[in-house]
Nanobody, 130 residues
Framework: QVQLVESGGGLVQAGGSLRLSCAASGRTSTTYVVGWFRQAPGKEREFVAAISWWSTYNTYYADSVKGRFTISRASTKNTVYLQMNSLGPEDTAVYYC??????????????????????WGQGTQVTVSS
């Protein structure tokens, strides 16, 4: 089992920034990729960004956040970050981090597949006011 805890959400004005954290604990040796997803009211959960868990730290982003968001991992901690800049009202959502279990994408584009993730955090709310 892997436990994921998100933090860092909040209310921010348009154009502002937030940094989300996802702290992983438990059997993280089974983890191969960690992703961030978001779900806005009345919408389906959508992929935001992903990072490979081990040394290569390959990343992949949804087109909607490319150039504004940066996913990273602290090498000495089991923590993944999502730095979000130039936020707009369209970024308002509950943000979830998720991790795979013994699954590694052949290409990072595959990391956008929601169904490949086994463990999910409880989510953190991000609200961007206009």
């Amino acid at each position: 089992q892997v436990q994921l805890v998100e933090s860092g959400g909040g209310l921010v004005q348009a154009g502002g920034s937030l940094r989300l954290s996802c702290a992983a604990s438990g059997r993280t040796s089974t983890t191969y990729v960690v992703g961030w997803f978001r779900q806005a009211p009345g919408k389906e959960r959508e992929f935001v960004a992903a990072i490979s868990w081990w040394s290569t730290y390959n990343t992949y982003y949804a087109d909607s956040v490319k150039g504004r968001f940066t996913i990273s991992r602290a090498s000495t901690k089991n923590t993944v970050y999502l730095q979000m800049n130039s936020l707009g009202p369209e970024d308002t959502a509950v943000y979830y981090c998720a991790s795979s279990r013994y699954w590694h994408p052949t290409t990072m584009e595959e990391s956008a597949r929601t169904a490949e993730y086994t463990y999910w955090g409880q989510g953190t709310q991000v609200t961007v006011s206009s």
